[in-house]
């Protein structure tokens, strides 16, 4: 090298700075966000990863006896059978009794003897006014239609002869299921009721023809009741009346 400047190099000195112009404006510089921005790229990638994760890995198994404890046991049979044992103990060592109620209960786990017995008493006060003023469209809701052609029938006649009932209901002392039996998808129960009446017959002049209007009298009547039991209409209708006294 004499001092003096080599074409060559110049012109490969002259290439090497305009590379670098070029690299310089393409890549740009340092601005100090680019920490931020890897730290969002390497959040972005565990994201994805996660996403990738197939969904059974996310399934926690429970271990055998808390799946049983957890998985709902039939309580049927047990409802059932102490239902059974209730309507036993009604029939009061009445075998026959105590297998129509059960035969009941098996056919309709919806019968319940404490509120079929609530409804009774309810329906006898009913009916028993009812059948006292005359009143057709009450009785016709609660009695079948044979009961009904016949209380109608002796309504009839009573109005006929132009007669009256007074009567104030007093109160049910005691109503108990004396029978009980299903029959081709039937259920019929029969009810000893014992109720207390003031009651009094009047003629057209106002006369009283039979009964006490001011004595307390002890009626005793057995009414049987039937249902369907694949029925959704959960209402009893008197199908019998017999009284005792």
């Given at each position: ?94 075998s026959g009794l105590a297998k129509g109620l059960v035969d009941v209960v ?27 003023e005359g009143n057709r469209k009450t009785l016709k809701d609660l009695l ?18 132009g007669e009256q009932i007074d009567q104030s209901f007093v109160g049910i ?73």
């Open positions: 090298m004499d001092g003096r400047i080599d074409v060559t190099t110049l012109l490969f000195l002259v290439l090497a700075v305009v590379i670098f112009l070029k690299l310089r404006s393409v890549l740009g510089r340092r601005t100090g966000h680019e920490q931020a921005r890897y730290e969002r790229y390497k959040a972005q990638q565990e994201a994805s990863q996660r996403a990738k994760v197939p969904a059974q890995d996310k399934v926690v198994t429970l271990p055998r006896r808390d799946r049983e404890e957890l998985e709902p046991r039939p309580a049927e049979p047990a409802v059932r059978t102490d239902v059974e044992e209730r309507v036993k103990g009604l029939a009061a060592g009445n098996r056919a309709d786990l919806s019968f319940d003897p404490d509120g079929f017995l609530k409804g009774a008493k309810a329906a006898y006060e009913i009916i028993v006014t009812a059948f006292a079948s239609r044979d009961v009904y052609d016949g209380f109608s029938g002796a309504i009839a006649e009573r109005e006929s002869r002392k005691s109503a108990d299921i004396v029978e009980a039996e299903l029959k081709n998808g039937i259920a019929q129960l029969s009810v000893k009721f014992v109720s207390e009446l003031i009651s009094a017959t009047r003629d057209k002049a106002g006369e009283v023809t039979a009964g006490d209007p001011k004595r307390i009298k002890e009626v005793t009547d057995i009414w049987t009741f039937a249902r369907e039991v694949a029925s959704r209409n959960p209402n009893w209708r008197l199908i019998a009346t017999q009284a005792a006294n």
